[in-house]
């Protein structure tokens, strides 16, 4: 059995617009990814769910496989939360996809300054939103290998499978990470 069949993939997603939560888990559903999102709507609530805190404390261990993030959120803004994360030795390997309406120049810059791996401005139109966030997500999720955690968490790799500390193989529905849907607010 290869590593992406007994590793589970989970998916943050950060975003304040409820429609756009829904529309993003729909596109993510047609490819059986939508049950492995978990929804945060401020950055406030991503950085805890990183680093394990607040009513994220008893989460399943390790780091999302890719976060798709907003940036205009209350609390704390999506280029805030990429920051943070870029500075920190345990997160700074995670994939960041940017779902922005912006279009403006000087965001872009400041996002791959930053260090994002990729910058998406939502489509306005319906059936482009969906295509873009079903490329997006079936890449990172599914063909995109991400790198063993490192850190306390660290996982190792033994014969092709990501192994990670105090999780024991077959107990795939203790580790995965649920949104109910259509979001209901996370």
């Known amino acids: 059995m290869n590593t992406q069949s007994r590793t589970i993939k989970n998916i943050l997603l950060v975003e304040d617009d409820l429609r756009d939560v829904e529309l993003t888990l729909s596109a993510l559903e047609e490819h059986h990814l ?45 280029l805030e939360v990429l920051k943070i ?37 939502k489509p306005v139109d319906f059936g482009e939103f969906m295509a873009a966030v079903r490329q997006v997500g079936v890449f990172w999720a599914a063909v995109n290998e991400p790198p063993p955690e490192i850190g306390n968490k660290a996982a190792s790799i033994q014969n092709d499978e990501v192994i990670s500390p105090g999780k024991k193989e077959g107990n795939k529905g203790n580790n995965e990470i649920t949104t109910p849907h259509p979001a209901s607010g996370g």
Do not use: C, W
Not at 89 to 117: A, C, H, W
């Open 85 to 121: 994360m870029k500075a920190d030795e345990n997160l700074k390997t995670i994939p960041v996809v940017v779902l922005t309406s912006s279009r403006e120049t000087p965001d872009l810059l400041e996002f791959y300054k930053q260090g994002v791996n990729a910058y998406v401005v």
């Open 34 to 78: 939508a049950n492995s999102v978990f929804v945060v709507h401020d950055g406030a609530d991503a950085l805890d769910y990183l680093y394990h805190r607040g009513k994220f404390t008893a989460r399943a261990p390790g780091n999302p496989v890719v976060v798709l993030l907003d940036n205009k959120m209350p609390k704390v803004n999506g």
